[in-house]
């Protein structure tokens, strides 16, 4: 009925169709999100229009339908949103990289700069994603009918190459309906639990009902959307074990808004226990977001590796969802990365300070995480390094301290913080190397992990206080550790003379191999002998490991 118009796609278009085909996204997939967001577009534009009290002609419920049929090899597309009139389909369909949704946004902007707006709702800016249908489909015919009243309904077919046709059609209802006759290679679109995996993996909080095949599919509220105080702790656990895919509950909560330098919800959680104690090597868990619509699942991109143990969601408005994992742009990703990181740290020192026996506990857990992110993020491992935490000379056994601890109560004129690598606690109280400083009353932080020696040499120094190991010769030269108590016992007692030709005797039979100095030293009390400077445990084990 009616005239068939034929048009040629522009020039422009069809250049552009090829690439945005065959090579913008790295998945064929994400057309089922692409063209969800637009649906989920249009219907935020009718409801934007509906409270501005515009008369409409269309009354149906605010929801998205989609059908698939594999005996037809097809994949349908229905909302009820605002439709588009034939100048419409022609501006939007036809032109490649013209977004209406970016005109409607101008014109929202321009209209009302008010609060509670849809401007931060529209996902589509960018003009592209509809053609992604072009990676799947043979043929698509888009069936649409414009809510303004008075509309007639249009269908539009291409079959991605060079034209479309466009023409009045009957019976289309208000809205926009899309039918996608699937090429052969890609039959899985038409399979109804492959669709429901897709739409769940990216589509899941997107902000109306979707049904696939009559049954509703996104279940899940947005949670990191909502104000903070609107969250109750049981819809943190719900969420936490949707996106953790977990059973147990979170131990630790962020959420997250923030307008500057970056727009950006979050809700980041730390499980209970982390799964590197049996030996397996965690995956990133925090799934990247722009406005609810899934852009990267567990992006590697968002954090650096030391905080793979998190899990939740990023959702940030300044990413662009057009956009392929290869292609995502560097810049505001690493921008994100850096705000996101500075948070998550500041976050875990704020738990310390507020629940401090929660995360000492925490920290025996993941402390390994914090460890290696003082090795490895040398951007940030200053302000990692006031997650640490160790037992010292003055803390009882399983007590833990801060470096800050530490540094807040040096003694007056010490110009270090001083550590001892042992195994174990007792091995520490009892070295050798130790008896100066608790003779000094100068604190002595306990290091029992091997990792402990790199994070040291990582680290250099805190708070202005240069990090010593106490087997340092270095230790000699600091006046707070006079010599210890001369033995009022003076019988038998070596003469400095006798003491400095003993040392020149040792230093001979040792041997250059053995040992490259051998001094007199008056700091020891009951040992006779101590060796300084020496290859730590650590590092011997190293260099054997090296030689083969
Ligand atoms: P973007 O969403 O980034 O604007 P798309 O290529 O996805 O780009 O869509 C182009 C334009 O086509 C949209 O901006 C919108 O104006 C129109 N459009 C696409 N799908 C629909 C739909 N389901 N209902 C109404 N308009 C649509
Ligand atoms: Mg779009």
Request: hydrophobic fraction near 35%.
């Given at each position: 009925k009616g005239h068939v118009q034929t048009h040629e796609f522009k020039t422009e278009t069809k250049k552009l169709l090829n690439i945005v085909a065959?090579?913008?996204?790295?998945?064929?997939?994400i057309f089922v999100r692409e063209l969800v967001s637009n649906a989920a577009d249009a219907l935020e534009k009718l409801r934007h229009l509906q409270s501005g009290g515009t008369a409409l002609s269309t009354d149906h419920p605010l929801e998205i339908h989609i059908s698939v049929d594999q005996a037809k090899n097809q994949f349908i597309i229905q909302d009820f949103g605002v439709g588009m009139t034939e100048e419409e389909v022609n501006e939007n369909l036809g032109?490649?990289?013209?977004?209406g949704s970016k005109s409607f946004l101008e014109k929202l902007e321009k209209e009302e700069a008010g609060a509670g707006s849809s401007k931060d709702k529209?996902?589509?800016?960018?003009?592209?994603?509809?053609?992604?249908t072009f990676m799947v489909g043979n043929k698509i015919k888009v069936y649409t009918k414009s809510a303004t009243p008075g509309s007639k309904g249009y269908c539009w077919t291409t079959d991605g190459h060079g034209s479309y046709t466009l023409a009045e059609a009957d019976g289309v209802s208000v809205g926009t309906k899309i039918v996608i006759e699937l090429k052969d290679e890609c039959k899985?679109?038409?399979n109804k639990i492959e669709v429901d995996s897709i739409i769940k993996k990216?589509?899941?909080?997107?902000g109306f009902p979707i049904y696939l095949n009559g049954q509703k599919v996104n279940t899940v509220d947005?949670?990191?959307?909502?104000d903070k105080s609107a969250v109750t702790p049981e819809q943190h656990k719900e969420f936490y074990r949707f996106v953790a895919n977990a059973f147990d509950d979170p131990q630790f909560t962020l959420h997250y808004k923030t307008d500057a330098p970056l727009n950006i919800s979050a809700i980041l959680y730390i499980p209970?226990?982390?799964?590197?104690?049996?030996g397996q090597h965690i995956e990133p868990g925090v799934n990247l977001y722009s406005r609810k619509v899934l852009?990267?699942?567990?992006?590697?991109?968002?954090?650096?590796?030391?905080?793979?143990f998190l899990k939740g969601v990023v959702d940030s408005?300044?990413?662009?969802?057009?956009?392929?994992r290869e292609l995502m742009q560097d810049n505001i990703l690493s921008k994100l990365k850096h705000v996101m990181t500075r948070r998550v740290i500041k976050w875990l020192e704020d738990e310390s300070k507020k629940n401090t026996a929660q995360f000492n506990e925490f920290f025996l857990d993941y402390g390994q995480f914090i460890k290696e992110g003082v090795c490895t993020d040398s951007m940030n491992k200053k302000e990692i390094a006031k997650l640490l935490r160790y037992e010292s000379?003055?803390?009882?056994?399983?007590e833990l301290i801060g470096l800050k601890d530490y540094a807040d109560r040096v003694k007056e004129g010490q110009k270090r913080i001083y550590y001892i690598l042992a195994p174990k606690r007792k091995f520490a109280e009892e070295s050798p190397y130790n008896e100066v400083f608790r003779q000094n009353g100068v604190e002595v932080l306990y290091l029992y992990d091997t990792v402990d020696e790199f994070v040291v040499n990582h680290l250099r120094e805190f708070q202005g206080l240069q990090l010593v190991s106490?087997?340092?010769?270095?230790?000699?030269?600091?006046?707070?550790?006079?010599?210890?108590?001369?033995?009022?016992?003076?019988?038998?007692k070596l003469t400095d003379q006798q003491a400095k030709d003993l040392a020149a005797w040792m230093e001979l039979t040792l041997g250059r191999d053995l040992v490259s100095k051998v001094d007199v030293s008056r700091?020891?009390?009951?040992?006779p002998a101590i060796v300084t400077d020496h290859e730590s445990p650590a590092m011997r084990k190293m260099m054997a490991m090296m030689q083969g």
């Open positions: 065959n090579s913008l996204y790295s998945e064929k997939e032109t490649i990289a013209r977004s529209i996902i589509g800016q960018f003009g592209v994603g509809f053609y992604s899985s679109y038409a990216y589509s899941n909080f997107v947005a949670l990191w959307t909502k209970e226990r982390h799964m590197e104690i049996l852009i990267q699942p567990k992006s590697r991109g968002l954090f650096p590796e030391w905080l793979r408005e300044d990413i662009p969802l057009n956009v392929s000379s003055a803390t009882k056994s399983g106490v087997d340092s010769a270095e230790t000699a030269n600091d006046p707070l550790l006079k010599k210890g108590e001369p033995a009022t016992d003076t019988a038998g700091r020891l009390v009951s040992y």
